[in-house]
């Protein structure tokens, strides 16, 4: 460039000043440019931002509602959780997240990813849950990191806890989180799509008193997106208190007696039908589904042949074996197909026809009347009484009991059973009824199926001389003010009209079976109180000739081809107060496997009452 004339007279300090001065006036322009446009061009957007920056909305999930037995011990809880969520709105490159929270959380990227994009379905000021119930060093990783985290933050909320860990796990069901569907379904509105909802038992029937309301907290936040103070709180509601009628001490006596065996029991109140323990063997772990379980647990209670996410108590249906007995005494008795004192000479086997029956006891029992059949568990007695009787009249009477259909229970989907008829194999087979299939229904074996509940219902309705109460299982539901917002009053299905002198033989009989030398069931006794009870052995394969038996002498049959085991009991005998039904799968013989678990659960009523039990013999 060529200098004006004279410039290069300029003494060199001035010189300078000049060349000085002409930056600070660039610099100094572009500084207002700079200005201008972030004041004008942009201001909105910063203004945005700075709004942002200092205040944060965020939701307050409520606890979910108590839970408590009869007596008001707690059972279901909740629990502090810590989340891991992102504010998508402050989350510029999510990808870039994902990499980075991965090893922090230890969750693979694929799986952040799906979390994201279902949480984007949700309102944006809803934080996405990353990752739940994260332990504390998952917690401390992430705040150490939390400046390379923008939009994430830790989360704490209430989790359903379990006091007693798997205690009546079918009887409380389960949390799952919320399917897409049921978020767009009215009956679940205003839930967040990473709530948890109940998915069975008493979680699922009674959710919309369990679920809360929950708040919202408005804080401020500095640049960093760190909690200064809150500016606005809306608490959360919990949900309500739930009444249960189960007894906690007896439920964990019932289930302890199971040991590690397999199957269900139900013990209730003979006077109005309230349960007083439900249980199914073996159990689930709720608080896995509270956290969220993974696929590999799920396959693995699935792949369970022993079946732990089946509620045996209302969907197992077994032959009940012996334990029908007292049906078949009844109908004979209130027919008058059979006297009080009809009588049978034992002799292990019972012909009809071409065919021929046995008893248990291959010798036989010899002269046998009901007192003996009952007590020593004679099938021949049963087997000229059924013959004798009818199918028609012993279905009729086990209906009258409460057997062969589904009785009420609310808190989750029972089955029905069968009592088969002469009509109902027309229509399932479109073939007659034989005196055959006659013989072997007398007995609890054949086409008769009823659930463990059922089981329950029928012992307390001869114990209480033919009322057939619904069972239930909560008592009331209350708010946290302590008003009652639902409540359950006994109510009576059937008012069967037993004959009292049919009642009372079956009764004694039942009575024999525990407490008179010979009885199957004395194992179930107890001191000071009187326990009537039947036992059971029900096959679950065809029962083998005699030739067969000889020739498998010595073998050990597998587990899935033994005997079921049933027990079925009330007590007082003279003034009944509770029932109780046992089904132990594959135990083999009712006297010995689900007789003691009877005993155990009666020990545990009476013993609160001052009754001591004596020594199991």
Same mark, same amino acid.
């Given at each position: 460039?060529?200098?004006?004339?004279?410039?290069?007279?300029?003494?060199?300090?001035?010189?300078?000043?000049?060349?000085?001065?002409?930056?600070?006036?660039?610099?100094?322009?572009?500084?207002?440019?700079?200005?201008?446009?972030?004041?004008?061009?942009?201001?909105?957007?910063?203004?945005?931002?700075?709004?942002?920056?200092?205040?944060?909305?965020?939701?307050?999930?409520?606890?979910?509602?108590?839970?408590?037995?009869?007596?008001?011990?707690?059972?279901?809880?909740?629990?502090?959780?810590?989340?891991?969520?992102?504010?998508?709105?402050? +989350?510029?490159?999510?990808?870039?997240?994902?990499?980075?929270?991965?090893?922090?959380?230890?969750?693979?990227?694929?799986?952040?990813?799906?979390?994201?994009?279902?949480?984007?379905? @949700?309102? !944006?000021?809803?934080?996405?849950?990353?990752?739940?119930?994260?332990?504390?060093?998952?917690?401390?990783?992430?705040?150490?990191?939390?400046?390379?985290?923008?939009?994430?933050?830790?989360? +704490?909320?209430?989790?359903?806890?379990?006091?007693?860990?798997?205690?009546?796990?079918?009887?409380?069901?389960?949390?799952?989180?919320?399917?897409?569907?049921?978020?767009?379904?009215?009956?679940?509105?205003?839930?967040?799509?990473?709530?948890?909802?109940?998915?069975?038992?008493?979680?699922?029937?009674?959710?919309?008193?369990?679920?809360?309301?929950?708040?919202?907290?408005?804080?401020?936040?500095?640049?960093?997106?760190?909690?200064?103070?809150?500016?606005?709180?809306?608490?959360?509601?919990?949900?309500?208190?739930?009444?249960?009628?189960?007894?906690?001490?007896?439920?964990?006596?019932?289930?302890?007696?199971?040991?590690?065996?397999?199957?269900?029991?139900?013990?209730?109140?003979?006077?109005?039908?309230?349960?007083?323990?439900?249980?199914?063997?073996?159990?689930?772990?709720?608080?896995?589904?509270?956290?969220?379980?993974?696929?590999?647990?799920?396959?693995?209670?699935?792949?369970?042949? !022993?079946?732990?996410?089946?509620?045996?108590?209302?969907?197992?249906?077994?032959?009940?074996?012996?334990?029908?007995?007292?049906?078949?005494?009844?109908?004979?008795?209130?027919?008058?197909?059979?006297?009080?004192?009809?009588?049978?000479?034992?002799?292990?086997?019972?012909?009809?026809?071409?065919?021929?029956?046995?008893?248990?006891?291959?010798?036989?029992?010899?002269?046998?009347?009901?007192?003996?059949?009952?007590?020593?568990?004679?099938?021949?007695?049963?087997?000229?009484?059924?013959?004798?009787?009818?199918?028609?009249?012993?279905?009729?009477?086990?209906?009258?009991?409460?057997?062969?259909?589904?009785?009420?229970?609310?808190?989750?989907?029972?089955?029905?059973?069968?009592?088969?008829?002469?009509?109902?194999?027309?229509?399932?087979?479109?073939?007659?009824?034989?005196?055959?299939?006659?013989?072997?229904?007398?007995?609890?074996?054949?086409?008769?199926?009823?659930?463990?509940?059922?089981?329950?219902?029928?012992?307390?309705?001869?114990?209480?001389?033919?009322?057939?109460?619904?069972?239930?299982? +909560?008592?009331?539901?209350?708010?946290?003010?302590?008003? /009652?917002?639902?409540?359950?009053?006994?109510?009576?299905?059937?008012?069967?009209?037993?004959?009292?002198?049919?009642?009372?033989?079956? @009764?004694?009989?039942?009575?024999?079976?525990?407490?008179?030398?010979?009885? /199957?069931?004395?194992?179930?006794?107890?001191?000071?109180?009187?326990?009537?009870?039947?036992?059971? /052995?029900?096959?679950?394969?065809?029962?083998?000739?005699?030739?067969?038996?000889?020739?498998?002498?010595?073998?050990?049959?597998?587990?899935?081809?033994?005997?079921?085991?049933?027990?079925?009991?009330?007590?007082?005998?003279?003034?009944?107060?509770?029932?109780?039904?046992?089904?132990?799968?594959?135990?083999?013989?009712?006297?010995?496997?689900?007789?003691?678990?009877?005993?155990?659960?009666?020990?545990?009523?009476?013993?609160?009452?001052?009754?001591?039990?004596?020594?199991?013999?």
């Amino acid at each position: 460039m060529k200098l004006k004339p004279g410039w290069a007279e300029l003494p060199v300090f001035r010189r300078r000043f000049i060349y000085l001065s002409i930056c600070a006036a660039v610099v100094f322009l572009l500084l207002i440019l700079r200005l201008w446009y972030l004041q004008g061009v942009r201001s909105e957007y910063y203004q945005r931002l700075a709004e942002k920056n200092r205040s944060r909305f965020l939701p307050v999930e409520a606890p979910r509602g108590y839970v408590y037995d009869r007596n008001g011990n707690l059972l279901l809880d909740n629990r502090p959780a810590f989340d891991i969520v992102a504010l998508r709105q402050e +989350v510029e490159d999510p990808e870039h997240l994902f990499g980075q929270l991965a090893p922090l959380l230890d969750v693979p990227v694929p799986l952040l990813r799906e979390r994201w994009v279902r949480g984007k379905k @949700q309102p !944006r000021y809803q934080p996405i849950m990353l990752a739940g119930d994260v332990n504390r060093d998952c917690v401390d990783r992430v705040q150490e990191n939390s400046v390379h985290l923008p939009g994430v933050l830790v989360e +704490v909320k209430p989790l359903r806890a379990y006091p007693y860990a798997e205690l009546a796990s079918h009887l409380f069901g389960y949390l799952g989180m919320i399917s897409e569907q049921e978020q767009r379904s009215a009956a679940f509105g205003g839930y967040r799509p990473d709530a948890l909802v109940g998915r069975a038992g008493l979680e699922r029937e009674f959710e919309s008193y369990l679920r809360g309301i929950d708040g919202e907290r408005r804080v401020e936040v500095d640049v960093r997106g760190r909690e200064l103070r809150i500016l606005n709180l809306v608490a959360p509601i919990p949900g309500n208190k739930v009444f249960m009628t189960i007894r906690r001490d007896i439920q964990q006596v019932a289930e302890d007696a199971f040991g590690d065996q397999s199957g269900a029991i139900v013990a209730l109140d003979v006077r109005n039908g309230e349960i007083l323990a439900l249980a199914s063997r073996p159990p689930y772990g709720p608080a896995s589904f509270a956290r969220g379980i993974n696929a590999e647990e799920w396959q693995t209670l699935l792949n369970n042949p !022993r079946h732990p996410m089946q509620d045996k108590a209302l969907r197992g249906q077994y032959p009940p074996g012996s334990t029908f007995k007292p049906v078949t005494a009844l109908a004979a008795l209130q027919s008058a197909s059979v006297n009080a004192d009809f009588s049978v000479n034992c002799k292990g086997s019972f012909e009809l026809g071409p065919a021929t029956y046995r008893c248990w006891k291959k010798g036989g029992h010899g002269p046998t009347d009901l007192k003996k059949a009952m007590r020593e568990s004679c099938d021949v007695w049963f087997y000229q009484a059924g013959v004798a009787t009818g199918i028609d009249q012993l279905s009729k009477m086990a209906f009258a009991l409460g057997l062969g259909k589904e009785l009420g229970f609310a808190l989750d989907t029972e089955r029905s059973g069968l009592i088969p008829t002469q009509q109902w194999k027309k229509r399932r087979f479109n073939d007659r009824w034989y005196d055959g299939e006659t013989v072997i229904a007398a007995i609890g074996q054949g086409y008769v199926l009823t659930t463990p509940l059922q089981l329950a219902v029928m012992t307390a309705t001869i114990a209480n001389g033919g009322k057939v109460w619904r069972p239930r299982a +909560v008592n009331r539901v209350e708010s946290l003010d302590g008003e /009652t917002l639902f409540a359950t009053e006994p109510e009576m299905l059937i008012d069967t009209a037993l004959d009292p002198r049919a009642l009372k033989a079956v @009764q004694q009989g039942m009575e024999a079976v525990v407490n008179e030398s010979g009885g /199957t069931g004395w194992a179930a006794r107890l001191a000071g109180i009187r326990v009537a009870g039947k036992t059971g /052995t029900a096959q679950v394969v065809r029962r083998k000739s005699d030739e067969e038996e000889e020739r498998s002498q010595g073998e050990e049959i597998p587990y899935q081809f033994r005997d079921h085991a049933l027990f079925i009991a009330y007590a007082p005998a003279q003034n009944p107060e509770i029932a109780v039904a046992v089904v132990v799968e594959h135990g083999e013989h009712g006297g010995s496997a689900a007789a003691p678990i009877v005993r155990a659960v009666l020990a545990s009523y009476f013993s609160s009452a001052g009754t001591k039990p004596e020594r199991q013999r």
